[in-house]
């Protein structure tokens, strides 16, 4: 089996821009599937991705891990990890496909029927009121999740000193705690907006309010500071969803800088390497929790490797978008009670819906 060659397609989804799938085609007939991370600003991905179109041209889908080490170094710059990580999935979909099995068998096989996801309110309105915030969290709740993000200081001032200046974020907090009730876990994204000081105050503000997590209160930039409030905040913290190279999570790991890794298949280099950012988290205590806010593919990508993992918290999934989400995909999402199921389907189990792509087609340059 050979390459024949790549093909890049996108749907516009919303203020936040595309996402972009990519199809490796075979001269077997057989075509793997893979998501590149989109959004609205991506050119640099996509000329990524053309040029390692060319040199995959003519070879053998499955020599996967020949592709990724040579494209996946340390030097390699942030569009071709994120070029590789989208056809590396391809490259793992093609793999099971041509051997029918899901790409879970091919990585050990499953520990556990279906994965819990959370669901990131965050990208579904553009009205960041707490009111809005509480009612699409209600909503999500009533269709079953058992677990909420939304990143309430979005929209305010970078560097916040003081839970005073946190204010606004903290009352959307209050109005999605008040609204989902007890029973449902709260996340909180901070987006890296704090200072050290103003990550504790904030942090100690929220004590009272059960948060299951707080996301990248400050910037990674300086590894210091992330340690520092891990250590002094009192709530669990999770982080890393851009970072690279496994040696990028192992500085994370052996400083003790997060409590969750948040690896995401679209960064890190695809499949392989996010099983191995796990693994390799997994032997120092700490649950991997895969950041990816994107399409259906890019989700399939991430269940398919935590089915396997162990040590798996919990997977993002982008809520309340599009009201297409279920249509673009066959077969739709199987979401019971806040779990995705995987089937039985090979690959990583989904297609796209032609009629779907050609409905909402972006332009891609």
């Known amino acids: ?18 996402w972009v799938f990519v199809y490796v085609n075979t001269d077997e007939g057989l075509r793997g599937l893979g998501e590149l991370r989109a959004g609205r600003n991506y050119a640099g991905r996509l000329r990524a991705t053309k040029e390692l179109a060319e040199w995959l041209r003519g070879r053998d889908p499955r020599r996967i891990r020949d592709f990724s080490d040579r494209f996946t170094r340390i030097d390699c710059d942030r569009d071709t990890f994120g070029a590789v990580s989208a056809l590396e999935q391809a490259l793992w979909d093609l793999l099971g496909k041509s051997l029918e099995v899901p790409v879970y068998t091919l990585l050990g096989g ?10 990131n309110i965050n990208r579904a309105s553009q009205d960041r009121s707490p009111e809005n915030f509480a009612t699409l969290a209600a909503r999500a709740a009533a269709e079953g999740f ?25 009352a959307r907090v209050q109005a999605v705690r008040r609204a989902i009730g007890s029973d449902v876990d709260l996340l909180v994204d901070c987006h890296s907006h704090f200072t050290v000081r103003g990550a504790l105050e904030t942090a100690a503000a929220l004590q009272d309010l ?22 002094f905040c009192g709530l669990l913290t ?24 948040m690896p995401d298949v679209t960064v890190v280099g695809g499949i392989s390497n996010l099983k191995a950012i796990a693994e390799t988290a997994e032997t ?3 649950p991997t929790a895969p950041h990816g806010p994107f399409g259906p593919v890019a989700v399939s990508a991430g269940m398919q490797v935590m089915l396997t993992h ?3 918290l919990i997977l993002e999934y982008g809520w309340g978008e599009i009201g297409w989400r279920t249509e673009l ?37």
């Open 146 to 170: 058992d677990a909420v993000k939304l990143a309430p200081f979005d929209g305010m001032h970078r560097n916040i000193d003081s839970a005073a200046e946190a204010r606004p974020g903290i």
């Open 329 to 365: 995909t066959f077969p739709p999402e199987d979401i019971v009670n806040g779990r995705l199921r995987p089937g039985r389907r090979p690959g990583l189990g989904v297609e796209l819906n032609p009629d779907l792509l050609k409905a909402h087609a972006a332009a891609l340059n």
């Open 210 to 231: 059960d948060v299951y997590w707080f996301e990248q209160p400050v910037s990674e930039d300086r590894l210091d500071a992330v340690v520092e409030v891990n250590r």
């Open 110 to 119: 499953p520990v556990r029927d279906d994965v819990r996801l959370y669901a």
């Open 238 to 261: 999770a982080g890393g969803e851009g970072r690279m190279a496994g040696s990028e999570f192992r500085e994370v790991l052996e400083n003790a800088a997060m409590d969750v890794v």
């Open 310 to 312: 162990p040590g798996f």
């Open 284 to 286: 120092f205590g700490i």
């Open 1 to 18: 089996m050979r390459i024949t060659g790549v093909e890049l397609t996108a749907v516009r989804v919303n203020h936040l821009g595309d």
